[in-house]
């Protein structure tokens, strides 16, 4: 083609963003963000004043906890079978369900009301009602607060997942563990100070959505380590560079890293990969350490079932969290792969085998951080993204009682939580006769992040990034409360 005969009606038609490489810059110009706008004055090349760094900051108010870990059940536990008993789901079992439901998938949804399929059981001193599917957690009880009456109205993983972790049920929004990290900072500077341990069988629904540091500077995004040993590739320096020739190519490295960062100002990109070469330096010795739990006593590892097959992979990286929090590490996040907690079929077999992997290893988590006086100071979080529905959902058709599930249900589910300023021992919020919608003490998603950022001495309405021509915040609802009745 001879471009010096090239009409604007064949440009436009050719062009990659036809009609819109004319409207992008126009909507640049129309937002005071084209270099000509220069000319009314110098463009400020930091959007915001603050460094970006993970130097350990003082929140603004006095906080219960340092540290978070969260065991996250992506696929929606059921709350019917494990934490929220209903005895007229009992008595109502097999019936239809006259009521109103929200379902998921209409095309295998049924009507007929199915009643928990395990018996449950009072726990403590508190009396907390617990599924027989999970043993070891009633030993704790009265450690735990248990909250009944959860809720993001997002009716599907993606939305709900989203809502609970960035605030919105969207994607492209920063998760929790990014803002704690924008916020508070890294007590280790030799270790990630944001860590995702992901499941052997394969990564979580969304993959790295699900630690990503959205419109925020790169330095705050979250770390995933290998499911397997080795944990982090490449931390053996080669023969050849050990010692001083590594530490001088080092220092040269960072020396032309920073000049080329000073002529390049508000580059997040460069901030985090500067950041990250001098962290991987340190973690040749740390990051080793932290991830090798062959020097735990045998007691500690049976504690956390890592000599059964069946405990061992959870059991393990439990083990590793309480690791990482002790060494100073800010959020680390226990994923399990896919969302294999979204029982539509086969709920008979698939939810005791689910529950049978975790329940020790969660429960051990808990023991081994107070026995270390570290449960007061971190909070544990177990749930997922959602809950099930009280009636039967059909499995290709199928109506026998040990092929069918539970529906999607994210108006009234559970979770339970752990130390950093929690309750111990307490159950809170209601659901209605069937466990569909909580109907008191309800705690929405937005709620449940202003309730976590408080507890780390952090006010969800001050909590802000500027990004582009407006701020961005975790918490966005101005009706959103801290939930005090959580805490002790």
Same mark, same amino acid.
């Given at each position: *083609? ?9 440009? %436009? ?19 005071? %963000?084209?270099?000509?706008?220069a000319?009314?004055?110098?463009l ?23 540290a978070?870990?969260?065991?996250? *059940?992506?696929?929606?536990?059921? #709350?019917i079978d %494990?934490?929220d ?10 019936? #239809?369900?006259?009521?109103? %439901? ?47 009456? *959860?809720r993001?109205?997002?009716n ?10 960035t ?15 924008k916020? /508070? ?5 030799d ?7 992901t ?16 419109? /925020? ?28 020739p ?5 220092? &040269? ?12 100002p508000n ?10 070469y ?6 040749q ?5 932290? &991830?090798?739990i ?8 049976? *504690? ?8 061992s ?5 439990? /083990?590793i ?5 002790e ?53 544990v ?33 559970? #979770? ?8 111990k ?26 309730t976590?950022l408080?507890?780390?001495? /952090? ?22 409360r ?7």
């Open positions: *083609m001879d471009f010096r005969y090239i009409s604007r009606r064949h440009w %436009l038609r050719k062009s990659s963003f036809s009609l819109g490489s004319i409207a992008f810059p126009w909507l640049l110009g129309h937002d005071g %963000l084209l270099a000509e706008n000319k009314t004055g110098p400020k090349p930091e959007l915001n004043p603050i460094s970006h760094n993970l130097n350990p900051k003082t929140p603004p108010a006095n906080p219960k906890a340092r978070m870990i969260s065991m996250y *059940m992506l696929g929606g536990p059921s #709350q %494990l934490f008993p209903k005895p007229e789901l009992v008595r109502l079992n097999g019936q #239809q369900f006259k009521g109103n %439901l929200k379902f998921d998938n209409a095309a295998q949804a049924s009507r007929e009301i199915m009643g928990p399929g395990w018996k449950f059981s009072r726990h403590g001193q508190s009396g907390m009602e617990i599924s027989e599917l999970l043993p070891h957690l009633g030993t704790i009880a009265d450690e735990i607060t248990l909250i009944r009456s *959860m993001t109205s997002s599907n993983h993606v939305p709900s997942n989203f809502a609970l972790t605030g919105k049920p969207v994607h492209g929004r920063p998760v929790l563990g990014s803002w704690l990290l916020a /508070l900072g890294s007590e280790t500077q270790l990630p100070a944001y860590i995702a341990l499941d052997p069988r394969g990564l979580p629904q969304e993959g790295s959505e699900n630690w990503s540091q959205g419109k /925020l500077p790169a330095i705050y995004q979250g770390t995933v380590v290998r499911p397997t040993d080795p944990r982090i590739f490449n931390l053996n320096a080669a023969p050849h560079l050990k010692g001083i590594q530490k001088a190519q080092l220092d &040269f490295l960072e020396k032309f890293n920073r000049m080329h960062l000073q002529n390049h580059e997040t990109e460069l901030e985090a990969r500067l950041a990250s001098g962290l991987a330096a340190r973690m010795e740390s990051a080793k350490e932290a &991830f090798d062959s020097g735990e006593s045998a007691a500690i590892k049976a *504690m956390y079932g890592i000599d059964n097959k069946r405990t992979d959870y059991g393990t990286r439990c /083990l969290s309480r690791r990482l929090v060494r100073g590490v800010r959020f680390v996040q226990i994923f399990c792969a896919g969302q294999n907690w979204d029982h539509h079929g086969s709920i008979k077999t698939s939810l005791p085998d689910r529950c049978g992997e975790i329940d020790q290893p969660a429960t051990a988590l808990i023991k081994d951080l107070k026995q270390r006086g570290l449960l007061d100071s971190t909070i979080h177990w749930g997922g993204e959602m809950g099930r529905l009280p009636v039967i959902q059909f499995r290709n058709g199928l109506s026998d009682r040990n092929a069918v599930g539970r529906d999607h249900n994210t108006y009234g589910f559970s #979770q339970w939580v752990a130390g950093g300023g929690f309750r021992g307490y159950t809170h919020g209601l659901t209605d006769e069937f466990s569909h919608h909580a109907i008191d003490g309800i705690v929405n998603h937005y709620d449940w992040l202003a976590i408080h507890l780390f001495g /952090l006010n969800h309405k001050e909590l802000k990034f500027r990004s582009g021509p407006r701020d961005i915040r975790l918490v966005e609802e101005s009706h959103a801290v939930v005090h009745e959580l805490l002790s």
